[in-house]
């Protein structure tokens, strides 16, 4: 093993550190727009990515181009889902509730978080993010990007025949 | 080329017998197990055959099943912004009465319950003798980890 072929395989990692660092300044400047600021920063870490490996390519063997792409997108999926955890797991919000407050029971949570409770907050964070807007009373879809996830996940449960509704 | 070939062949048969696994015997092979198995057999290989082209397969391959592994409860679970995003795309445009109605008649609606159950199930909540919840050190661990996120990148979490 050469110096570069050492510097390969923490390549796609430093490339997904530098994700989060942008990430993180991007939310420094406008925090409220999250879902943007970390695409954003996912592509423009892409782009960079794809840059240097297109000025060096005669320096990089045909799997080492495959493995730099691959674990660095791989590792932003693992980050974006990192970033998810704290804004939209309801299992992780039901340990913070109980957390905050250690006299609650079963009954209790079930009562405070009624499925009119849980549409809500979640109508509340789409019209904050953008996701949706309000127009003459109607809801309606604005954030296109959302969809890319949706398909996604569709096709995804599509294939393993779960049904969404 | 061939090395790519292979990893490409790795993933197709991992997530194809998990397919088959879940279909057929409706039985999720992606358990914290499976992970761990996968690493520590990579890492006997990687010992046995010290190559650097099986290094980079088997790095892409444990990362992909680490994505894998965070990906699935996600297509597993159908959760309520996935609800709402649905019932929003079946019906451009919609009066949240009515898409509230639709909402609580999706079993999505007894998300909390589910979760809640979930937690119990993996020990990060327990429930005492006067029926009062309590988080584990597990349970607690976690939340402290989430604020600390939270709070570094600035994350605006609705409570």
Redesign the interface.
């Known amino acids: 093993m050469n110096k570069l072929d050492i510097i390969v395989i923490f390549l796609p990692f430093i490339f997904t550190f530098f994700y989060a660092l942008i990430f993180f300044a991007r939310q420094q400047i406008n925090s409220k727009h999250y879902l943007s600021n970390l695409i954003y920063s996912f592509i423009f870490i892409l782009f960079i990515n794809l840059y240097l490996i297109l000025k060096f390519f005669n320096l990089f063997s045909s799997q080492q181009v495959f493995y730099i792409v691959f674990v660095y997108l791989c590792s932003s999926f693992i980050f974006m889902n990192l970033i998810q955890i704290p804004i939209s797991s309801l299992q992780a919000k039901i340990l913070k509730i109980i957390f905050k407050d250690p006299n609650l029971t079963e009954k209790l949570i079930l009562k405070k978080y009624k499925s009119s409770n849980v549409f809500e907050e979640r109508i509340k964070t789409f019209l904050f993010n953008k996701t949706i807007t309000i127009k003459n009373s109607l809801i309606i879809l604005e954030n296109k990007k959302i969809l890319l996830f949706y398909t996604f996940l569709k096709f995804l449960k599509k294939i393993y025949n779960i049904k969404i509704s | 080329?061939d090395?790519?070939i292979n990893?490409l062949i790795y993933i197709f048969v991992y997530v194809f017998a998990h397919?088959i696994f879940?279909?057929l015997f409706n039985f999720n092979i992606n358990k914290i197990f499976i992970v761990l198995l996968a690493f520590f057999a990579s890492l006997f290989i990687l010992i046995y055959t010290n190559s650097?082209?099986i290094?980079?397969?088997l790095?892409?391959f444990n990362?992909?099943v680490?994505?894998f592994y965070?990906?699935f409860p996600?297509?597993?679970n159908?959760?309520?912004?996935?609800?709402?995003?649905?019932?929003?795309?079946k019906n451009?445009?919609?009066?949240?009465k009515k898409?509230?109605f639709?909402?609580?008649k999706?079993?999505?609606?007894?998300?909390?319950?589910n979760?809640?159950r979930?937690?119990l199930d993996s020990n990060?909540?327990l429930?005492k003798k006067n029926?009062?919840?309590?988080?584990t050190s597990k349970?607690?661990a976690?939340?402290h980890v989430?604020?600390f996120?939270?709070k570094?990148?600035?994350?605006?979490?609705?409570?």
């Open positions: 080329m090395q790519i990893i397919l879940f279909r650097y082209e290094l980079l397969n790095v892409s990362i992909f680490l994505s965070i990906l996600g297509v597993l159908n959760g309520p912004a996935l609800v709402i995003i649905d019932l929003l795309v451009k445009s919609i009066k949240k898409l509230k639709l909402f609580n999706n079993e999505a609606s007894r998300v909390v319950r979760r809640l979930l937690n990060l909540i429930k029926k009062k919840l309590l988080l349970g607690k976690i939340v989430l604020h996120i939270a570094f990148f600035k994350l605006k979490t609705y409570e």
